[in-house]
């Protein structure tokens, strides 16, 4: 994963511990890939390769990074399902029981062949998941520049390590003066009156923001969904 060398250099830079990752990443997979039912395929299944090399390891890890869910974006029910499985299996056969993990939520996606309801099912379960799981939390990522129409650019890399260190540095190292991951508080219908203009709005409320919300001009890439699930004109 390209944000590892990133993520390291700033884990040490805020603990002064030279860092060790295990790298067991493979691109373009589907939670199916790693179900943790194919352990027994040891080496030819992703699931059991993660597990081999842990074992070969030979001490505990401080945690685990997951930054997946694109390839599911075609199939998103039962995601949610999945992590929980795959989340307690990892920590029964690691033998570490509140195993932090540090989840990337899937960005943004551009161009043609994505059906934007799926997308964006994935990164809502995604956003949900430290919910129902303990010791597991959520970065964002829909605002880093892409380099192509699906994955995020280099220059993107260093901010992206950032938040997860951040997450990591509360988890796995018990810095309680870092806050968990920005969150959703509260979405509400408002009304804006900018006169001579009355309009309706949607006002939301983020928790765990660090630094501020900024935006380089109007807010784009999103569409209003009604109740019967139609989307009106996106923004």
Same mark, same amino acid.
């Given at each position: 994963?390209?944000?590892?060398?990133?993520?390291?250099?700033?884990?040490?830079?805020?603990?002064?511990?030279?860092?060790?990752?295990?790298?067991?990443?493979?691109?373009?997979?589907?939670?199916?890939?790693?179900?943790?039912?194919?352990?027994?395929?040891?080496?030819?299944?992703?699931?059991?390769?993660?597990?081999?090399?842990?074992?070969?390891?030979?001490?505990?890890?401080?945690?685990?990074?997951?930054?997946?869910?694109?390839?599911?974006?075609?199939?998103?029910?039962?995601?949610?399902?999945?992590?929980?499985?795959?989340?307690?299996?990892?920590?029964?056969?690691?033998?570490?029981?509140?195993?932090?993990?540090?989840?990337?939520?899937?960005?943004?996606?551009?161009?043609?062949?994505?059906?934007?309801?799926?997308?964006?099912?994935?990164?809502?379960?995604?956003?949900?998941?430290? !919910? =129902?799981?303990?010791?597991?939390?959520? +970065?964002?990522? *829909?605002?880093?520049?892409?380099?192509?129409?699906?994955?995020? &650019? %280099?220059?993107?890399?260093?901010?992206?390590?950032?938040?997860?260190?951040?997450?990591?540095?509360?988890?796995?190292?018990?810095?309680?003066?870092?806050?968990?991951?920005?969150?959703?508080?509260?979405?509400?219908?408002?009304?804006?009156?900018?006169?001579?203009?009355?309009?309706? !709005? =949607?006002?939301?409320?983020?928790?765990? +923001?660090?630094? *501020?919300?900024?935006?380089?001009?109007?807010?784009?890439?999103? &569409? %209003?969904?009604?109740?019967?699930?139609?989307?009106?004109?996106?923004?």
């Amino acid at each position: 994963m390209g944000v590892g060398v990133f993520y390291g250099q700033e884990m040490y830079r805020r603990t002064g511990v030279p860092q060790g990752l295990v790298a067991c990443g493979h691109g373009g997979t589907s939670m199916a890939q790693w179900s943790p039912a194919l352990k027994a395929q040891g080496g030819n299944s992703f699931y059991g390769a993660m597990l081999r090399r842990y074992r070969k390891l030979g001490q505990p890890v401080a945690g685990l990074l997951w930054y997946q869910g694109c390839s599911d974006a075609g199939a998103p029910d039962g995601y949610t399902k999945n992590m929980v499985e795959l989340v307690h299996a990892t920590r029964k056969d690691f033998r570490l029981p509140k195993l932090p993990w540090v989840v990337v939520q899937i960005g943004r996606v551009l161009g043609e062949g994505w059906a934007p309801a799926s997308w964006n099912s994935i990164q809502d379960q995604q956003r949900r998941l430290p !919910a =129902v799981i303990q010791h597991l939390d959520v +970065v964002p990522a *829909g605002d880093l520049e892409l380099d192509d129409g699906i994955h995020i &650019s %280099a220059r993107a890399f260093p901010r992206l390590a950032q938040r997860m260190a951040r997450l990591a540095d509360r988890m796995a190292c018990g810095n309680r003066r870092e806050a968990g991951a920005i969150f959703v508080k509260s979405i509400r219908p408002t009304v804006c009156k900018t006169p001579p203009r009355v309009y309706s !709005a =949607v006002e939301v409320t983020f928790g765990n +923001v660090i630094g *501020g919300l900024r935006s380089a001009g109007s807010p784009t890439g999103f &569409s %209003a969904v009604l109740g019967d699930g139609k989307a009106t004109n996106p923004f």
